[in-house]
Nanobody
Framework: QVQLVESGGDMVQPGGSLRLSCRASGFIFRSYGMSWVRQAPGKGPEWVSAINPGGGSTVYADSVKGRFTISRDNAKNILYLQMNSLKPEDTALYFC??????????????????WGQGTQVSVSS
């Protein structure tokens, strides 16, 4: 059974940091490009970041570039998102998603092979 399970979401103050994790099981994680996608209340989904299967290539949305870092541990089947200098506009439900080979910058569930259940990040003073 394929599973992507996100964790690490929390409520933090502006300027704070969080690290999200996404544990994968049931598929060959190291063969899949992985992405983080977020959805704020009342808004459409926004692609955040992506990493290729080997972990050597990453890409970021302009809104998070320089503040967020995506990484993966293929030995442990875990995807990470280190989020620094958090802003109130980063408040959203964060999803991890996987697509076979390469990496993908889409924001919609239908564009991916696998999709997690999400973890909530709230940034507020």
């Amino acid at each position: 059974q394929v599973q992507l399970v996100e964790s690490g979401g929390d409520m933090v103050q502006p300027g704070g940091s969080l690290r999200l994790s996404c544990r994968a099981s049931g598929f060959i994680f190291r063969s899949y490009g992985m992405s983080w996608v977020r959805q704020a209340p009342g808004k459409g989904p926004e692609w955040v970041s992506a990493i290729n299967p080997g972990g050597g290539s990453t890409v970021y949305a302009d809104s998070v570039k320089g503040r967020f870092t995506i990484s993966r541990d293929n030995a442990k089947n875990i995807l990470y998102l280190q989020m620094n200098s958090l802003k109130p506009e980063d408040t959203a439900l964060y999803f991890c998603a996987g697509r076979l080979a390469g990496y993908h910058t889409g924001a919609y569930r239908a564009e991916y092979d696998y999709w997690g259940q999400g973890t909530q990040v709230s940034v507020s003073s």
